[in-house]
């Protein structure tokens, strides 16, 4: 049995190029993982949140491990094919095991360069990943702690991530952050 280890090699957040802090400019995602029921639910939640749009990704994972969130990010390569590269141009992190794989989250499954580049925040500092922080707080409106996430169906947790894409926002004038992403996508491709 191999034992998980917390992120300790990877890009510091201090690294980052300093234009994602202004959320000016599209593709720059923050992610973490909302967790069920401790000691009874297996199964998480990946959480992504573009920083510019505030647009979500919810993804099921069968589990908490970092071959399961590499596992994800294949799968989401893989269906956004060329575009994944202008879209997850960088991914920050915080320093938990299930982000201990760097090289897998930066390799892709269909090239042979990267796919994007992983930062990793400063331990105990969730701020520094705020808007994911804020996101979470949104998914825990329609999840709440406690919840056993092993019985959720994929059109369950599509409903959370489109309810959150979906709704207003003052930040954004009562647009969507799905509106806002539209527009971004539309304008890379």
């Known amino acids: ?20 802090e202004k959320r000016e400019i599209f593709g720059h995602w923050e992610m973490d993982t909302v967790k ?3 000691g009874v639910t297996k199964s998480c939640m990946l959480v992504l949140t573009e920083r510019k749009t ?11 491990g970092a071959a399961s969130v ?6 989401l390569e893989r269906k956004w094919g060329d575009m994944f590269y202008k879209v997850f141009r ?5 320093n938990g095991v299930e982000f201990s794989d760097y090289e897998g989250m930066e390799r892709s499954a269909l090239k042979e360069e990267k796919r994007t580049f992983v930062f990793y925040c400063h331990p105990y500092s969730s701020w520094e990943r705020g808007t994911n ?16 996430f092993d019985g959720r169906t994929e059109e369950e947790i599509q409903a ?5 894409n979906k709704y207003p926002r003052r930040m954004h004038g009562y647009k969507s952050a799905g509106q806002l992403f539209d527009e971004e996508l539309k304008r890379i491709s």
């Open 1 to 20: 049995v191999q034992v998980q280890k917390r992120a300790t090699a990877g890009e510091s957040i201090e690294n980052r190029p300093k234009e994602i």
């Open 36 to 38: 069920g029921k401790r």
């Open 54 to 64: 505030r647009d979500e990704i919810v993804i099921k994972l069968k589990d908490q």
């Open 70 to 75: 590499v596992d994800a990010l294949d799968r």
């Open 90 to 94: 960088s991914i920050t992190v915080d």
């Open 133 to 148: 922080e804020v996101t979470n707080k949104m998914v825990r409106r329609r999840v709440p702690k406690g919840t056993n």
């Open 160 to 164: 959370v991530e489109e309810w959150i």
